[in-house]
């Protein structure tokens, strides 16, 4: 079935359900289950955070997992205005704003990163999964990482 054959209802059923994805991604990346995190992408997933950081395929995207629960305290991820659009029936582009704060381990202020996600999803044996998620940022405060891979203003 191509996307423009779903009907309103498993448009809105299918939505929810990304949603829900995203918003289990920000809740286990903030209690530190890396495991729980890998699960929510494919095998050949693309992750890029900032240009230099990011992995493809599930080895290398669990290993940019390492150390978050050594370098944070504690981060609080935040999600909002999420926009589906279907490619077809089991795949999909998203776009959500992100706000997360980050208490680090180290004695520094706490770290503010606002931004936005773009991700293609793709539901694979029933479950939407992240095939490609990349971040952009739209600016920081006392964050670790200086914003990197800005999103571009129309002038």
Request: aromatic share 10%; net charge negative; proline share 3%.
């Amino acid at each position: 079935m191509a996307a423009a054959d779903m009907t309103d209802i498993q448009k809105l059923v299918e939505i929810r359900a990304i949603e829900s994805m995203m918003y289990e991604y920000s809740y286990h990346l903030d209690m530190n289950h890396p495991d729980q995190l890998a699960a929510l992408f494919v095998d050949d997933c693309e992750v890029s955070y900032a240009p230099n950081f990011g992995a493809t395929g599930m080895e290398a995207y669990k290993k940019t997992l390492e150390g978050i629960g050594t370098f944070f305290r504690g981060t609080s991820h935040h999600n909002s205005n999420v926009v589906v659009d279907f490619v077809s029936d089991n795949e999909a582009n998203v776009r959500s704003i992100v706000l997360a704060v980050h208490r680090y381990t180290k004695e520094r202020p706490d770290g503010i990163l606002y931004g936005q996600y773009f991700d293609t999803v793709v539901k694979r044996d029933g479950q939407w999964k992240f095939k490609r998620r990349e971040l952009r940022t739209t600016m920081t405060t006392d964050y670790h990482v200086r914003a990197a891979n800005p999103i571009g203003r129309a002038e």
